[in-house]
T-cell receptor, first 115, second 115 residues
Framework: DGGITQSPKYLFRKEGQNVTLSCEQN?????MYWYRQDPGQGLRLIYY???????QKGDIAEGYSVSREKKESFPLTVTSAQKNPTAFYLC??????????????FGPGTRLTVL | GENVEQHPSTLSVQEGDSAVIKCTYS??????FPWYKQELGKRPQLIIDIRSNVGEKKDQRIAVTLNKTAKHFSLHITETQPEDSAVYFC??????????????FGTGTRLTIIP
């Protein structure tokens, strides 16, 4: 999982601002995922992408947007519509995007705080 | 949708004793069950996983058992050591859109090993 990087490590946002979190992988993985982690709630899926130029909503997609223009990159934008964005954001990737779940490897995370 | 319940939420054991964490899932079609370990402020790391065609898998001091009929699976750590202290998450695969699969995570168990 050293091949997945996220930046920045810490991010501060003012009310009403959009911010973009970066996720890059050099593992040649097909699938990429964004999770949000809050204390006591485990990991919740925001968006996922199985292939370039395609992505699907997860369980808590409202207030977030993504793009997948390149296989190695899957940036997440936290918009002003997300009312409670303070959380730890984790990106993950897996090798095989089709039938049969493959192991997911996580990036180091970005901690977002709203001021 | 899929629901994964994890118990207990906190667990303290004496060093050298065994620890057991249990998860139940609701979707009988789930076929992949990974366990992740997360140290404070770090990324989740896969420690063991099991697929639905086997009932048990072991890797040194760590084992996972799966009961498909009852829809539950458990993590067993023997001869616990201080470095086992962390939060452990279970997950189960579910069918997403277009036939692909994604993971639903439990809420985590904070394991503390008492020296």
């Amino acid at each position: 999982d050293g091949g997945i990087t996220q930046s920045p490590k810490y991010l501060f946002r003012k009310e009403g601002q959009n911010v973009t979190l970066s996720c890059e992988q050099n593992l040649n993985h097909d699938a990429m995922y964004w999770y949000r982690q809050d204390p006591g709630q485990g990991l919740r899926l925001i968006y996922y992408s199985q292939i370039v130029n395609d992505f699907q909503k997860g369980d808590i997609a409202e207030g977030y947007s993504v793009s997948r223009e390149k296989k190695e990159s899957f940036p997440l934008t936290v918009t002003s519509a997300q009312k409670n964005p303070t959380a730890f954001y984790l990106c993950a990737s897996s090798m095989f995007a089709g039938y049969g779940t493959d192991t997911q490897y996580f990036g180091p995370g970005t901690r977002l705080t709203v001021l | 949708g899929e629901n994964v319940e994890q118990h207990p939420s906190t667990l303290s054991v004496q060093e050298g004793d065994s620890a057991v964490i249990k998860c139940t899932y609701s979707d009988s079609a789930s076929n992949y069950f990974p366990w992740y370990k997360q140290e404070l402020g770090k990324r989740p790391q896969l420690i063991i996983d099991i697929r639905s065609n086997v009932g048990e898998k072991k890797d040194q001091r760590i084992a996972v058992t799966l009961n498909k009929t009852a829809k539950h699976f458990s993590l067993h750590i023997t001869e616990t050591q201080p470095e086992d202290s962390a939060v452990y998450f279970c997950a189960a695969s579910i069918k997403g859109n277009f036939g692909n699969e994604k993971l639903t995570f439990g809420t985590g168990t904070r394991l503390t090993i008492i020296p």
